[in-house]
């Protein structure tokens, strides 16, 4: 613990001692931002964070793409999406979690109990985004054709009132908008994740940011490791925060964040192995316009400030 003291003061030493820059991050509804303030890693930071909020990580990507952010979070899918349509962007931390967040939900009152019971029927999800991939991964694990479903590609606000509506008869999607479902509205979940899909997410940068602002870039996924080590042995009082930001009833937080057990990883071997996995997938149904290599669109640089702030 004493070594993780010194190695965070002289890193914070490091910032303060070179003009530190203004770090603008994107972010999805409810994650980084909010477990950070909750863990109260927030409060010392020696250069100013931006936030962003974005309902999807597409969108996020494209304001990545274009340079009006750094930084952000990402599932693999869209990050695979974006690296192989040559966005500039690497990833530069890991997001692991459980599965059975990703899900497809049908309504309460649906007769479909499996997603065999899917076949010709429609399911709403963001193009190119975690959702769709888990439909691809279901159809691929059955051998089925794409044409066996009807995608419908909405954004989730879209997506929910399609479903809401009965427009569209499943939704494939992800937390918070899961549990929300589940906890509020008695959704039930035909499919997970769980066997099918690597469950990753990314901290990603831009290689500008990574060069011209590596240590506010350090210290930020210090910090967001840190956090998400501490929301893990703190469950209750992170989801009552949760509910709090988001103005949410906090058994929807309890459901996702016990379950999850959210953690920032390094990027390492497995991680490389399990975003190929991804990269595979989509080449395989022909929805990337190129096929590239993990190891490529990854840096493994920042692997030291994530372990310090996990305490690993």
Do not use: C
């Not at 991050?25 to 980084?32: E, L, P, R």
């Not at 989730?156 to 494939?172: F, M, R």
């Not at 589940?182 to 769980?194: G, W």
């Not at 190929?276 to 590239?292: C, E, F, M, P, S």
């Amino acid at each position: 613990m004493i070594r993780l003291i010194v190695a965070a003061a002289l890193a914070l030493a490091g910032i303060n001692g070179a003009a530190a820059q203004a770090l603008r991050v994107g972010d999805q509804k409810g994650n980084s931002q909010a477990v950070m303030e909750a863990a109260g890693v927030l409060k010392d930071v020696p250069y100013k964070i931006e936030w962003k909020e974005f309902a999807a990580a597409a969108p996020l990507l494209e304001a990545l793409g274009a340079g009006a952010i750094d930084t952000g979070l990402v599932g693999d899918a869209p990050f695979t999406f974006a690296a192989a349509a040559n966005v500039p962007v690497k990833a530069i931390a890991a997001v692991r979690q459980s599965r059975q967040g990703l899900a497809i939900l049908v309504p309460e009152t649906s007769a479909i109990r499996s997603f065999d019971d899917l076949r010709g029927k429609k399911i709403a999800t963001g193009r190119g985004s975690i959702g769709h991939q888990l439909i691809l991964a279901a159809l691929e694990a059955r051998g089925w054709q794409a044409g066996d479903v009807q995608i419908v590609f909405l954004a989730p606000s879209d997506a929910k009132v399609a479903y809401t509506q009965g427009s569209v008869d499943a939704w494939s999607t992800w937390e918070p908008y899961v549990s929300q479902e589940e906890v509020l509205f008695k959704s039930r979940l035909v499919v997970t994740a769980d066997g099918l899909t690597p469950g990753l997410g990314f901290q990603v940068a831009t290689p500008d940011a990574i060069k011209s602002k590596r240590a506010e870039l350090e210290d930020f996924v210090r910090r967001l490791a840190a956090a998400r080590a501490w929301s893990q042995n703190n469950v209750d009082s992170y989801a009552a925060t949760w509910g709090r930001l988001m103005n949410i009833p906090p058994a929807v937080p309890l459901n996702w964040l016990t379950r999850a057990r959210i953690r920032i990883a390094p990027i390492d071997d497995s991680v490389v192995a399990d975003e190929q996995k991804t990269i595979d997938l989509y080449d395989r149904w022909g929805l990337i316009r190129q096929k590239v290599n993990a190891a490529d669109i990854v840096d493994r640089s920042f692997g030291a400030a994530v372990e310090k702030g996990a305490g690993l």
